[in-house]
């Protein structure tokens, strides 16, 4: 933060940061990028349980959700019917199931739930919903 900067509101404050610190993180990210990704893979070796824990949450939040089987058939009907292109921004690219209302937050793992979106929607949106997702992605 700038110690000597002034602002409207505390409101217009937080979003100047944000602001900063997107940009930021971005450049700094390229910097850093193949340091980060080997300590990652180094981590994940020497840490296989922490994976696991991640992997055994998301299976709990399934059962939870109750989980409605879908054929592999219905995912490609529903791959065609969006004609290959990402729900969120239209690219064609591969396509991953994504939870329009995420597992997390009580989404069910049925056809009905989820929708064909590229990896990197996919990712963005991670576990928010789909109204402030797109509110995000319109102001940044």
């Known amino acids: ?6 602002y409207c509101s505390r409101k217009c404050k937080n979003r100047a940061a944000e602001r900063r ?3 930021d993180d971005s450049a700094r990210y390229q910097v850093e990028r193949d340091r980060r990704r ?5 981590y994940a ?21 109750g989980v409605y089987s879908f054929s592999s ?5 529903l791959c065609v019917r969006q004609r290959g292109e990402c729900f969120y921004c239209g690219q064609r690219a591969n ?9 997390s937050k009580g989404g069910r793992h049925s056809i009905g739930n989820i ?12 576990d928010t919903f789909l109204a402030i997702w797109k509110a995000r992605r319109q102001r940044g």
């Open 73 to 77: 058939k219905e995912w490609r009907r």
């Open 21 to 23: 610190r997107e940009r």
């Open 45 to 65: 070796k020497g840490n296989p349980h922490v994976g696991q824990a991640a992997r055994n949450r998301r299976k709990a939040w399934k059962r939870e959700a």
């Open 95 to 103: 396509l991953t199931m994504d939870h329009v209302i995420p597992l």
């Open 38 to 42: 080997a300590y990652a893979i180094a």
């Open 115 to 126: 929708i064909p979106a590229c990896g990197s929607c996919n990712s963005s949106k991670s």
């Open 1 to 6: 933060m700038r110690a000597n900067a002034v």
